[in-house]
């Protein structure tokens, strides 16, 4: 383990969440056994890649997360949809989440926190709860999606309501787990739940290979960098010949690391007050913004920033045409897809996957602001109604 | 294909929806091929099961349905829950919906129509997206969950919503389709889509073999009957040795099913107005009654009624023991496999696999109806309580 922040080396060590020097944010070097083989796997899902996840665990906590389809385009043979609203708590973060919990049980912790947005919590919720682990939750005061908010309460944590942003949630967690050491934090700043989440790569390149580009929402920016850590991991193993570029997609309103990307500088400037209609990614000061960087920068990849038109239009798209429902965070994806298209940074012809990183019912609200079609009817009436509006159209 | 009115036999047609002859609900007798070996099949989801699946398909209309988690019980060994909340739009109707799409498409209807609790509306709106169709949604005005109602405009389907209960929704689809030969209908009166629900039966005796009992929530009840004709197919061809038995569960305020087993009745008596806080059963008149009562029948099952405090509670267990998001529906699997051990329909040592059909997003209301802990607090004062909450349980 290596600390971003000030260098420091360390043996691997569950106990190590943030630089034990600095406090600063640690990377974890895995090198997969060099006999990996896709062909020997076992089971499905997160675990199914035991080989490459490193830590030693007494008790694991899992709820069949991972294993999610990739969907191809209706439109286009060379783009793919990872659907991560097919994981338990419908998002990506139940893969870290079985990770850092078992972890956690393993190292002895009985109590876990979390700043979220809400889809952090709804996972640590249902993961402290399958692990029988007391789960904190400091949320943002009235800035957490209705569903995911519904989920944390449906699963028993307790809940902390702070007013202000949710980086100011975040910090404060980062302050407990610093200064009480017997809260045991879930935030990805915890490094071990990146290991989780790179299972992303590792599915997808079991499944089609290594694709041109991989585009991801960006918000506390470790996803980016996991999923660009675990092909980094394929390829050094032998096992495959090629990274994908990673392309990281941020709101406008929300967007310190597209514009660092964009101006070529190493250190973003930070939102004070982010806003997005993208919940999930309403983050002003990704706490993993060192190492989206790097997996952008070291893939070749780009960043963009999409408005939250671009985003409400985009969710519509992927609903109306591919018939998959994501949040608004994860249509980003789709909108970025787009604009980098058009921009020329990607080909029409490049494989391309786009992580559709949580579930439209995670935000009923979101959906609702699609134009709808409503009409109260007397049921005697519906068959008139119908053959007016074919007899119109055809 | 045979008629279960009036005994009409005919030749296997995609065209044949209900009984030609009298209108009555129609059975698909599938043979499927002697040398059917799960060994032998490729992918993953309900099209893995091809063989097994009857009809013509020129164009087919996947988004990567089934295939959902098995997750066995962190407190019984012999306890296990179909996950159907994994699928594409968040519930069990998926798998039905891709068939009876990929049906309507290669059949040449460009129009489809349903009636729905919510969760058909989904997932029928997703699927006509996908394929490129023109979709009529009939539900009754006020009484759909809010996330199902959100996912069916953001699918761009049009709503007529009527009056009444789901009951007189569905008497007005069935008259639609009956009077106007140019719409293709989706619910589950279609037995084509009974076709793709069976494929739960499929993937519970490939993953674990044939439990000794399945539980399923009963609401038009079909989905019993579906996944009671796989396990009986697949005994049929040798492939497995014996039957679960199928064990129906019924809310309260809407139970023709469950007393009419209870009262060793052939034929339930209706409810006009069907009321339980499990919205998606909330049907007083149940479509595929005479299959449900055929399944449990057959198999040697039961069929039990839960309140909705039942309900509820069993919602908040399977979230707090096990980590699992189900809607209060799917719930009612778990409230009545309880109520099935005390009465001594079901041993504690039998195999049994608990049908989850829908995830617990697609009702946010009813997840808020758990008890909260939710505190407004000051970020700087986040750690003393959570101290002070520490010291106090230790």
Redesign the interface.
Known sequence: MKCLECGYESELSQRIITCPKCGGIMEIKVKIPSNFNFSMLRG??VWRYRDAIPGNYNKT?S??EG?T???SS?FSSYLFYK?E??????SFKDRGMTIAISSALSEGYK?V?AASTGNTA?SAA??A??GKM?I?L?LP?GKVA??KL??S????????????SFD??M??VL??YK??G??YPLNSFNPWRLEGQKTIAYEIAEEIGVPDNVVVPVGNAGNVYAIWKGFVELMEAGVTSKIPKMIGVQAEGASPIARAIQKGESIPEFVDSPETVATAIRIGKPVNWKKAIKAIVESRGNALTVSDNEILEA??KL???????AEPASAASLAGYQKAIEKGILGKDEKTVLILTG????D??A??K?D????????DH??K???G??DA?S
Chains 1, 2 share one sequence.
């Open positions: 499905r899902g906590v709820i069949s294993g389809p990739l969907v209706s659907f609203g097919a994981n338990p708590t419908g109590v926190v709804a249902a993961y709860a399958r007391r904190y400091v005061s209705l569903g519904a989920q309460i449906l699963y028993g944590a307790t809940i902390l309501e702070v007013n202000g100011v949630a910090s404060t302050r407990l200064e009480l017997v809260v969710q519509k609903a109306r045409l591919e018939g998959l429902g579930h439209a019912l995670k009923p609200d959906m609702l699609s709808a079609r409503r009409i109260l009817v007397n049921p519906v068959d109604i119908i053959l509006e074919l159209s």
